[in-house]
């Protein structure tokens, strides 16, 4: 089974930097996937680790570390837009899903 | 290019009653999850369908069940409807590979009202 672990909220300012971090309990870990849903919307996806490392993709960079079980999505520039909450997911092997963290909700102020 | 697309919109059923929600994934894409968001709260894993099996459950009684036909579309069934089954229930499907459940896209989801 898998379990994971994130902020249920944060704030910040706009403009600024924010992270969110998440940790993992899992077995047969294949990667970390980020996700985006603003309210009353569908999660879109934003990016996924496998490797430790860093991946970047715009104002938006995913960090993974393995032998930490641990994660982070990094967004830089903060907008009013990025306001919504933010999930991480982890993939297993074998006959596994995707397993969703409870989910960060981001509250940017001006 | 289309994406997932889910139906219907919304529903209000009432306690004991049946419901089917369906889900089409995008063209190309074989395998299919349902989720389950109650409101305020995360992703809860229900059902993965891979080339027209069940590969995974989720933690949800049998009354939730579903299936997936030879075009990839999916159907979720709930029998027995409860009022704690009131939730968006959302479709998403990805692509055949090895790590195809890393990058799933969502389509925009059934919102479930039981009274």
């Known amino acids: 089974g898998q379990s994971l672990e994130q902020p249920s909220e944060v704030t910040a300012v706009e403009g600024a930097i924010v992270q969110i971090n998440c940790t993992y309990q899992t077995s047969g870990f294949y990667g970390l996937s980020w996700y985006q849903q603003h309210d009353g919307g569908a999660p879109t996806f934003l990016s996924y680790?496998?490797?430790?490392g860093l991946e970047e993709t715009g104002r938006f960079s995913s960090f993974l570390s393995r032998s930490d079980s641990y994660g982070y999505l990094l967004l830089q520039e903060l907008q009013m837009k990025d306001s919504a909450s933010y999930f991480c997911a982890a993939s297993g092997g074998g006959a596994d899903g995707l397993t969703f963290g409870k989910g960060t909700h981001l509250i940017i102020q001006p | 290019e289309a994406g997932v697309t889910q139906s219907p919109t919304h529903l209000i059923k009432t306690r004991g009653q049946q419901v089917t929600l369906r889900c089409s994934p995008i063209s190309g894409h074989t395998s299919v999850y349902w989720y389950q968001q109650a409101l305020g709260l995360g992703l809860q894993f229900l059902l993965w369908y891979d080339e027209g099996e069940e590969r995974n459950r989720g933690n949800f009684p049998p009354r939730f069940s579903g299936r997936q036909f030879p075009n990839y579309s999916s159907e979720l069934n709930v029998n027995a409807l409860e009022l704690e089954d009131s939730a968006l229930y959302l479709c998403?499907?990805?692509?055949?590979?090895?790590?195809?459940?890393?990058?799933?896209?969502f389509g925009p989801g059934t919102r479930l009202t039981v009274l």
């Open positions: 998403a499907s990805s692509s055949p590979g090895r790590r195809r459940a890393d990058t799933q896209y």
């Open positions: 680790n496998a490797l430790d």
